[in-house]
């Protein structure tokens, strides 16, 4: 299994997403502002992967901080936390993490335990938030597995495997899920642009897994379903609002209206550490714009010319109903989704470690 952030000698490990699929590598964080950068800049991207990130990286943060005073200590928390906040804004998994981290710290503070064992306990928190993460996906993938048939031709859009999680991926975890039951699946990988998370990772990850894949542009989506080549599209999601709808990567929102006309089913899978329930529709979630280079060049080569305004929103949203069934590590929830989703399991995980 891919390993795609996790503690290590003291230190937050993650493979470098930006130089996949031609160089495996990894970059070792030992400053908490190296995993803020690297979640900025892409070297770590999928929601659930950034909230465990998130949590390493504050562990790691807290761990070399040296005010030992209890105003000190929860200033220097405070900050931290704020500082991963304001790294990615759409991804949900970000701050469910960031308040996790919190609870445990805030338990710590209010048992008067010592400003080093908080530390020790947080460390353990962000590792055990890693665990569970692999273990939810595989409980998600065994959930969705019933939704795909053998013989089914299935299209992704940008990356929701191993790569965007803590290991084996939501999306792509259903996927691998159907695999593990011996059904025969053949994967359409849309590219993504426009930083290509299709193309570069997701493409690689199935082939790296032996998994019958096609790889095709963006625009090429409606023509497949036209002529009857998709089966059913499968993405994952970086938050999921309370009545459910969902946003994901730029691009989603098409292919759920394409799926409709087609009358082709298309399924979110999703932790429930994505869904949102303060948040009321998608029309309230925070959508991050980031910056013009990812559109006008790719790897680094210039494709428009200098001068040319660009729009770069890096995600949207998709009304709930477009979406036949959102899968979640709890079950496969279907309309209406608010009532759904208010009925879902919240708080912590059955089976988490004690707080301390």
Same mark, same amino acid.
């Given at each position: 299994?891919?390993?795609?952030?996790?503690?290590?000698?003291?230190?937050?490990?993650?493979?470098?997403?930006?130089?996949?699929p031609?160089?495996?590598?990894?970059?070792?964080?030992?400053?908490?502002?190296?995993?803020?950068?690297?979640?900025?800049?892409?070297?770590?991207?999928?929601?659930?992967?950034?909230?465990?990130?998130a949590?390493?990286?504050?562990?790691?943060?807290?761990?070399?901080?040296?005010?030992?005073?209890?105003?000190?200590?929860?200033?220097?928390?405070?900050?931290?936390?704020?500082?991963?906040?304001?790294?990615?804004?759409?991804?949900?998994?970000?701050?469910?993490?960031?308040? /996790?981290?919190?609870?445990?710290? +805030?338990?710590?503070? *209010?048992?008067? #335990?010592?400003? %080093?064992? &908080?530390?020790?306990? $947080? @460390?353990?928190?962000?590792?055990?938030?890693?665990?569970?993460?692999?273990?939810?996906?595989?409980?998600?993938?065994?959930?969705?597995?019933?939704?795909?048939?053998?013989?089914?031709?299935?299209?992704?859009?940008?990356?929701?495997?191993?790569?965007?999680?803590?290991?084996?991926?939501?999306?792509?975890?259903?996927?691998?899920?159907?695999?593990?039951?011996?059904?025969?699946?053949?994967?359409?990988?849309?590219?993504? /642009?426009?930083?290509?998370?299709? +193309?570069?990772?997701? *493409?690689?990850? #199935?082939?790296? %897994?032996? &998994?019958?894949?096609? $790889? @095709?542009?963006?625009?090429?989506a409606?023509?497949?379903?036209?002529?009857?080549?998709?089966?059913l599209?499968?993405?994952?999601?970086?938050?999921?609002?309370?009545?459910?709808?969902?946003?994901n990567?730029?691009g989603?929102?098409?292919?759920?209206?394409?799926?409709?006309?087609?009358?082709?089913?298309?399924?979110?899978?999703?932790?429930?550490?994505?869904?949102?329930?303060?948040?009321?529709?998608?029309?309230?979630?925070?959508?991050?714009?980031?910056?013009?280079?990812?559109?006008?060049?790719?790897?680094?080569?210039?494709?428009?010319?200098?001068?040319?305004?660009?729009?770069?929103?890096?995600?949207?949203?998709?009304?709930?109903?477009?979406?036949?069934?959102?899968?979640?590590?709890?079950?496969?929830i279907?309309?209406?989704?608010?009532?759904?989703?208010?009925?879902?399991?919240?708080?912590?995980?059955?089976?988490?470690?004690?707080?301390?």
């Amino acid at each position: 299994m891919i390993r795609t952030v996790y503690w290590e000698n003291d230190a937050v490990v993650m493979i470098d997403q930006r130089a996949l699929p031609g160089e495996e590598r990894y970059l070792t964080c030992r400053d908490y502002r190296d995993v803020i950068a690297a979640i900025k800049d892409l070297a770590v991207r999928g929601a659930p992967a950034i909230g465990v990130a998130a949590a390493l990286g504050i562990a790691l943060g807290m761990r070399a901080s040296t005010d030992d005073t209890v105003d000190g200590f929860r200033q220097g928390f405070q900050r931290i936390c704020h500082e991963f906040a304001q790294s990615r804004p759409t991804a949900r998994n970000l701050f469910w993490a960031i308040e /996790r981290m919190k609870g445990r710290c +805030a338990a710590g503070l *209010a048992a008067g #335990l010592s400003p %080093e064992k &908080i530390r020790e306990a $947080l @460390i353990r928190e962000a590792q055990q938030i890693t665990r569970e993460d692999i273990a939810i996906n595989r409980r998600l993938g065994r959930a969705g597995c019933d939704l795909i048939r053998s013989g089914d031709s299935i299209l992704t859009h940008c990356n929701a495997g191993a790569l965007a999680t803590a290991g084996y991926g939501t999306a792509l975890g259903v996927i691998r899920a159907a695999r593990a039951a011996k059904k025969k699946v053949h994967v359409y990988v849309d590219e993504t /642009r426009p930083v290509l998370q299709g +193309a570069r990772l997701t *493409a690689w990850e #199935l082939m790296r %897994e032996g &998994i019958p894949a096609t $790889l @095709i542009t963006d625009s090429m989506a409606g023509t497949l379903m036209a002529q009857g080549k998709i089966d059913l599209v499968l993405t994952g999601a970086d938050r999921i609002a309370a009545n459910g709808d969902t946003a994901n990567k730029i691009g989603t929102y098409a292919l759920a209206v394409l799926a409709k006309v087609h009358k082709i089913p298309f399924y979110v899978a999703g932790p429930l550490s994505t869904i949102d329930r303060s948040i009321r529709s998608g029309a309230d979630i925070p959508i991050e714009t980031r910056g013009p280079a990812e559109v006008f060049q790719v790897q680094g080569l210039r494709i428009a010319p200098e001068g040319v305004a660009v729009f770069n929103p890096a995600f949207d949203v998709t009304p709930h109903r477009y979406i036949s069934a959102i899968i979640t590590e709890a079950g496969v929830i279907r309309r209406p989704y608010q009532k759904a989703i208010a009925a879902l399991p919240g708080g912590r995980n059955k089976g988490d470690a004690p707080l301390f």
